[in-house]
């Protein structure tokens, strides 16, 4: 059983008693849980072939009306998410510095629905103690990409230069650069539907002209464009209810695989794989 899903199992027992209310919020537990999984693997690094080194200190941050909903319950929610990353370290083989932990913060600039995800590797000893934070990024990028946190504190073991060779997988090694003539493959899913794509671009849409119809009545006639590239993008076409991409709204944003893509009340599914 995956992760996320034995996750969503635990807080399904307590749907009816301490999170009765807070499911009435807009945002998702489960949603923020996938999103620090994506937040571990984007900012992996490899120290040794046995040592893949991931953030342990995560901030969530939420609009004000669903920090309301959710505040008097970050401790418990907070225990959930700090377990579910654990539970998903170890499934990846990667490692911690320090003490896993996860804050909830207002943001003025989120609307309800909406968050953003930030991360930093604390060292045991620096976790004990209150530590400065940074000021948190714009709301003009995908949710969880990091920025704005120091690098992995003074005193760690150096980086090395190139993973040294012998034994080990480590979690994180970068893919290697694809064999000539490989062919990225990209293709949405849409419940349970996938949808290949193999055109430069991919309008989505209420209209029968669209590229892939969805039935929606939150979602435009032609709402929204994925263009295929390095990286691939995708592009609000002045939709009336917008895009939301891995937990921010937005006009414009780079995909990878596994990102969400949210038109109307409809998710989509991004992926892409080599060969």
């Given at each position: ?33 996938g ?17 893949t ?52 913060e ?6 309800t ?110 709402h ?33 695989d ?14 892409q794989?080599?060969?």
């Amino acid at each position: 059983m995956g992760v996320l899903k034995r996750f969503e199992q635990r807080l399904e027992g307590l749907v009816n008693g301490t999170f009765a209310k807070v499911f009435k919020s807009e945002v998702q537990p489960v949603e923020i849980a996938g999103a620090l999984q994506r937040e571990c693997d984007n900012n992996a690094t490899i120290w040794n072939r046995d040592r893949t080194v991931v953030p342990n200190d995560f901030i969530v941050e939420l609009s004000a009306p669903d920090y309301e909903r959710l505040s008097p319950y970050s401790g418990q929610l907070g225990d959930e998410l700090s377990g579910m990353v654990r539970d998903y370290a170890k499934q990846q083989r990667y490692t911690f510095m320090g003490t896993i932990k996860v804050h909830l913060e207002k943001a003025d600039d989120l609307d309800t629905g909406l968050y953003r995800v930030r991360s930093r590797t604390l060292a045991a000893s620096e976790s004990q103690e209150p530590q400065p934070r940074q000021a948190p990024p714009r709301a003009t990028g995908p949710a969880t990409q990091g920025s704005g946190y120091p690098a992995p504190p003074a005193g760690l073991p150096p980086m090395p230069a190139s993973p040294p060779p012998g034994g080990g997988r480590p979690a994180a090694r970068p893919a290697a650069a694809p064999a000539s003539g490989a062919q990225t493959r990209r293709w949405i899913e849409i419940n349970g539907t996938r949808h290949q794509i193999s055109r430069p671009t991919l309008v989505l849409g209420r209209s029968t002209e669209a590229d892939v119809r969805i039935d929606d009545p939150g979602v435009s006639r032609r709402h929204c464009e994925i263009r295929v590239g390095t990286p691939s993008t995708i592009q609000d076409m002045g939709s009336t209810n917008g895009i939301v991409v891995d937990g921010q709204h937005t006009t414009r944003a780079t995909l990878r695989d596994g990102s969400r893509i949210v038109v109307g009340s409809t998710t989509i599914i991004y992926r892409q794989a080599e060969g």
